[in-house]
């Protein structure tokens, strides 16, 4: 019996057999806003599907039309970029598995002078009001959607799409009583009329064979969100018209509750999609959150028609799901807080990074190997160059000073929520070893030592960086400690904390300090106000959560220039700052510490008279890092030389990503006439033979010609200028909503 057997048992999904339950999660490469097709994006989802990947694969950052758009950046879809997906479908459909093309409309969480509403609309997170679209609009979308529906199951041989419906989307704002205040037939007690002619116009535009999906807003966790029963209903009227798949999001935006961070326990909002998957006898995807492979399954067997959405654990190891049907062990997404994402310099964008995966969409080609290389360090930096300079082919050596590799990273992990980067260390130190790198642990590389065993090495310079105290009168009293201090358990903290610092460590040390971790289902909504949504509308609880008094008073001192809400906003974290509050935490903003001694801490903070003495036992310093130049003065003393991490050459021998990547097929280059083309895929059904029970590859490819099939007449792309096209289109939105101008205020 095969490890798993529920993960990997096959499904029907209408007419398609998918080859296990495991769903990849829309991922936001960065590549978008270039090409939705790139050849880094194609190699990137080729390494998932190759061999035992996902049996079904959900494509994101589908945009229908310029008014959806999250910002005036990003691009919208059009028929050429669908015409160059086939370069992306075949690759996933060569490994027997499904992909669907997500389409999507930002609606009320647009940030942008075309952003349009169900009613005119206050977003206070963006500070943007919204405009009500005109009904001429809420047609025009309509067809849109339809219109690169059928685009992509037709010529990019997507096998369905998944109609973004969840959070501020258009779909979800029209089908909201909180956002739709229409007096059309768009609104009043017609307000899922838009959502359900959406999926009525798709499925007669491509027929009965693609699959259709919905990401539903499973819980608004907003008061006055949708009931119960209402959201049954909307899901029973979607599946009528041609829905045989549902996903679901969490939340009208990621700033309510902490959906997929290291603050929510693993499979928390499972119940209540189990909860809908009893009542709506369709497939659903579980997602958010979930799981180890272990809680997956027994989910499957009480759940036999459901699926499981991974997305972070694909991110951090792209062989995951082979590595689950081995038994093999899995690199361990560490739930950062930077959510995928870092700003490239190359690229001039945020672009999809992986603290557990650094080499995700950076991938590069083996060299000639035969250099010998002294790699000084064994921290994130180090292990990181020994495996890329293993892997061109080199002889790496490796030289850390402690018993264990990980530097930083290893005191990281005793933080409250970072258990799971202990583990990473230990798989990416298992890789090492496979690849031949030689370890050495416990010694302190001196400039004598390299001299007298590596001379005639290639030395590169990993030794991290150490902190470094601010110049305060009376930090170097005793009660200060740094954060190794802290984490390394050298001095017993006190029930009064003063934590000096900004940012995601600062945050996360506090967190630490002063906070329970909440594992058990019912305490963690408790915490947050969540509750059974058959009970409480929306999903939220409506009162003042109950907590168990914190270990520590713990204040935050943050010095910067912005406030701690408004450092967070940027990350869409506001929950963080939130949960703090909840328990007993200070935070002083655009504060400047005056005075520190052996009992307390002197602030003031800008804007206010005089200064607030803060009564401690301890106080954590979380400032910036210096980087260790000792053993670089050394080298440069006797004459020998090296590469420091950072520096260009250190990156040009290790890391030359960007320079080549293999190519995957080539897009077709016309479309064959629509009858034909439909023709060809109805023959290729039909002359599919063999039990497709005993053999679930089978790939049904589109069966388009069975159903009535609506050919588009219309142009996707508008030819008047940009600020035309804006005038205009204020012009309608006022002639049409002056009757109805109230503002909506809403804000997580």
């Not at 029907?12 to 097709?37: C, W």
């Not at 942008?112 to 005119?120: I, K, L, Q, T």
Request: with cysteine; aromatic share 8%; proline share 5%.
């Amino acid at each position: 019996m095969a490890a798993y057997p529920h993960l990997f048992l096959p499904l029907k999904v209408g007419s398609h057999f998918l080859k296990n339950r495991i769903v990849m999660a829309p991922v936001e490469t960065g590549l978008e806003k270039q090409d939705y097709f790139d050849p880094r994006v194609v190699e990137f989802y080729e390494e998932r599907a190759r061999g035992d990947g996902p049996g079904l694969f959900i494509l994101g950052n589908g945009v229908v039309h310029e008014t959806g758009l999250r910002n005036l950046k990003d691009p919208v879809l059009t028929a050429g970029l669908l015409n160059n997906a086939v370069r992306l479908t075949s690759v996933i459909h060569e490994s027997g598995s499904k992909v669907l093309l997500q389409l999507q409309h930002h609606g009320a969480g647009a940030d942008h002078m075309f952003a349009v509403s169900a009613s005119r609309f206050r977003n206070r997170d963006t500070g943007r009001t919204l405009h009500r679209a005109p009904g001429l609009l809420v047609s025009h979308l309509i067809s849109q959607y339809s219109l690169f529906a059928y685009h992509a199951i037709l010529h990019g041989e997507f096998d369905g799409v998944e109609i973004y419906g969840g959070r501020l989307s258009l779909p979800n704002v029209f089908s909201s009583r909180l956002f739709n205040r229409r007096h059309d037939k768009w609104g009043l007690q017609a307000r899922t009329l838009f959502a359900v002619e959406l999926v009525r116009r798709i499925r007669s535009f491509v027929g009965p064979a693609p699959i259709i999906s919905y990401r539903l807003s499973l819980l608004d966790l907003h008061a006055g969100g949708s009931e119960w029963h209402d959201l049954l209903a909307f899901a029973q009227a979607l599946h009528y018209e041609g829905v045989n798949l549902f996903s679901f999001d969490i939340g009208f935006t990621p700033n309510s509750v902490p959906v997929n961070s290291d603050l929510t326990p693993a499979g928390v909002w499972v119940p209540f999609m189990e909860k809908f998957s009893r009542e709506i006898k369709v497939p659903v995807i579980f997602g958010h959150r979930m799981p180890g492979p272990d809680r997956l399954d027994d989910i499957l067997q009480n759940n036999i028609t459901s699926l499981v959405e991974i997305g972070r654990p694909l991110i951090a190891d792209a062989r995951w799901v082979e590595h689950v049907h081995t038994g093999k062990p899995v690199r361990p997404c560490t739930l950062c807080p930077h959510g995928c994402t870092r700003p490239d310099r190359r690229e001039g964008r945020e672009m999809l990074a992986c603290i557990a995966d650094p080499y995700v969409l950076r991938r590069s080609h083996k060299h000639p190997g035969g250099l010998d290389i002294l790699v000084v360090g064994g921290g994130p930096a180090g292990m990181a160059a020994a495996r890329e300079g293993a892997l061109r082919g080199h002889k790496i050596t490796l030289v850390d000073e402690g018993p264990e590799l990980g530097g930083l990273y290893r005191l990281c992990a005793k933080i409250q929520g970072r258990s799971s980067i202990a583990e990473l260390l230990k798989v990416q130190e298992r890789e090492l070893v496979e690849l031949g790198v030689e370890i050495i642990r416990n010694t302190r590389a001196t400039a004598q030592w390299i001299e007298d065993n590596y001379s005639g090495s290639r030395i590169l310079l990993a030794t991290g960086k150490e902190s470094c105290m601010p110049d305060i009168p009376g930090i170097d009293t005793p009660n200060v400690l740094s954060l190794e201090d802290l984490l390394q358990g050298r001095v017993p903290v006190g029930h009064r904390v003063a934590v000096i610092g900004s940012g995601n460590v600062a945050v996360d040390v506090t967190r630490h300090l002063c906070t329970h971790d909440l594992k058990a289902h019912d305490e963690w909504c408790c915490a947050w106000g969540i509750g059974d949504p058959a009970e409480h509308i929306g999903g939220t609880l409506g009162v003042i959560p109950h907590l168990n008094p914190a270990p520590r008073k713990v204040y935050l001192i943050n010095e910067t220039n912005e406030t701690t809400e408004e450092l967070f906003a940027h990350e869409r974290r506001l929950y963080e700052v939130q949960w703090l509050r909840m328990h007993g935490v200070n935070i002083f903003d655009e504060a400047n510490v005056e005075q520190i001694d052996s009992h307390s801490v002197r602030v003031s903070c800008e804007g206010e008279e005089g200064s607030t003495i803060l009564r401690v036992d301890h106080i954590v310093v979380v400032g910036d890092r210096e980087a260790n130049a000792e053993l670089q003065n050394e080298l440069t003393e006797l004459g020998i030389p090296f590469e420091a991490a950072g520096s260009m050459k250190f990156k040009r021998l290790l890391w030359t990503a960007f320079t080549s990547f293999r190519h995957s097929k080539s897009a077709v280059s016309e479309f064959s006439p629509p009858k034909q083309k439909l023709l060809e895929h109805s023959n290729k059904c039909t002359q599919s033979t063999g039990n497709t029970q005993n053999n679930p590859q089978v790939i049904h490819r589109l069966a388009i010609g069975n159903g009535r099939i609506l050919k588009p007449s219309f142009d996707l792309q508008s030819p008047s200028p940009r600020f035309l096209r804006f005038y205009i289109f204020r012009f309608l939105c006022k002639v049409e909503g002056s009757s109805q101008s109230s503002t909506l205020y809403i804000s997580s």
